[in-house]
């Protein structure tokens, strides 16, 4: 079964509809300061308290070192760590042994270090470059080249970058990924809009 996890939620409202609609974890950005969803450290525990059992609690992070990790691990108590940025192999490995969440690293698509990454990360993030960062641009990429990517992993695939409801059963024939990541893609006039959280995550089920 293809997991679905709806990122860049903001509020209560925007997470109380994922929440509804059945979404498998929930993604907050934390302290990145380019995206137009982040959130202060402070926002972020106060939502990541709001998500109950069995859904998974995603903190979305960018940081600086490890110690900056551990500190965000350590006051969010999110169930697992996104981490995005240039960190290094070692970096993610010592982060993983200091920390008890889950780490998904964020590389783009046909990264060379996605199969060392996929040693010590318990998944990789496959996602859309933009100018300056990684994620959060609204543009699918070439999925052919992400679904190469998967038999060289020693860890769950994860596909973002673009995703929709009208796209999401061509992704996932494509790919094949563990699981899916959306935000902009369930949006109207830069919210999270209830009937496209609920169409996206239907049509992720339909594929099953």
């Known amino acids: 079964m293809t997991r679905v996890k709806i990122c860049g939620l903001t509020d209560e409202d925007e997470l109380r509809c994922a ?3 059945g979404a498998d974890a929930v993604g ?15 926002e972020a525990r106060g939502l990541i308290e709001m998500v109950p059992p069995f859904t998974a609690s995603v903190a979305v992070i960018e940081p600086d070192c490890v110690e900056d990790a551990v500190r965000l691990a350590d006051y969010l108590q999110s169930d697992a760590l ?3 940025g240039s ?3 070692e970096e993610i490995a010592e982060i993983r042994r200091r920390v008890s969440q889950r780490i998904i690293v ?5 990264s060379e270090r996605a199969a060392e990454m996929s040693r010590v990360a318990d998944a990789i993030l496959v996602d859309t470059p933009v100018s300056g960062g990684l994620g959060g641009s ?3 990429h070439d999925w052919s080249v992400t679904a ?7 860890a769950p695939l994860i596909l973002a970058g673009g995703l929709r409801p009208e796209n999401i059963v061509d992704a996932i024939d494509a790919v094949r990924p563990y699981a899916v990541d959306v935000s902009s ?11 496209k959280i609920e169409e996206f995550v239907r049509r992720v089920r339909s594929c099953q």
């Open 19 to 21: 929440l509804k609609a």
């Open 28 to 42: 907050f950005i934390v302290e990145i300061e380019r995206s137009r969803h982040r959130l202060s450290v402070d």
């Open 82 to 84: 996104q981490i995005h």
């Open 87 to 89: 960190i290094s192999l």
């Open 106 to 110: 964020a590389v783009p698509p046909g």
């Open 138 to 140: 609204g543009r699918t």
């Open 148 to 154: 190469r990517m998967r038999s060289t992993l020693h």
């Open 185 to 195: 893609g369930v949006e109207t006039n830069g919210r999270k809009d209830p009937a």
